[in-house]
């Protein structure tokens, strides 16, 4: 099996910046994606980033575009998401996840077979 564990959010204030860190262990797979989804209260999982493990291809959300950069270390076996300019809209736990169908696009959330707990994120206004 596989273990994604997130770290890195917290209380900042709007403007502020947090880089999230996503550590996976476990199995490894030779071709796979890694991504980040966010889930505010009162509203639905939505998809954030992504990056593939071999290639650096990445894809981006309309909302976290030009604010936000994913990024890995493969050695480390982490993924990485550095959030800037942040408002208080991008409140929300943000989850990882791992997906070995890299030929679906990156947003499928059903695509990712494995997921983390979760880092909270708060920005206030």
């Known amino acids: 099996q596989v273990q994604l564990v997130e770290s890195g959010g917290g209380l900042v204030q709007a403007g502020g910046s947090l880089r999230l860190s996503c550590a996976a262990s476990?199995?490894?797979?030779?071709?796979?994606?890694m991504g980040w989804f966010r889930q505010a209260p009162g509203k639905e999982r939505e998809f954030v980033a992504a990056i593939r493990w071999s290639g650096d291809t990445t894809q981006y959300s309309d909302s976290m575009k030009g604010r936000s950069t994913i990024s890995k270390d493969n050695a480390k076996n982490t993924v990485y998401l550095q959030m800037n300019s942040l408002k208080p809209e991008d409140t929300a736990v943000y989850y990882c996840a791992l997906s070995r169908h890299t030929f679906l696009i990156a947003s499928y959330e059903r695509a990712y077979e494995w997921w983390g707990q979760g880092t909270q994120v708060t920005v206030s206004s």
């Open positions: 476990g199995r490894t797979f030779s071709t796979y994606r």
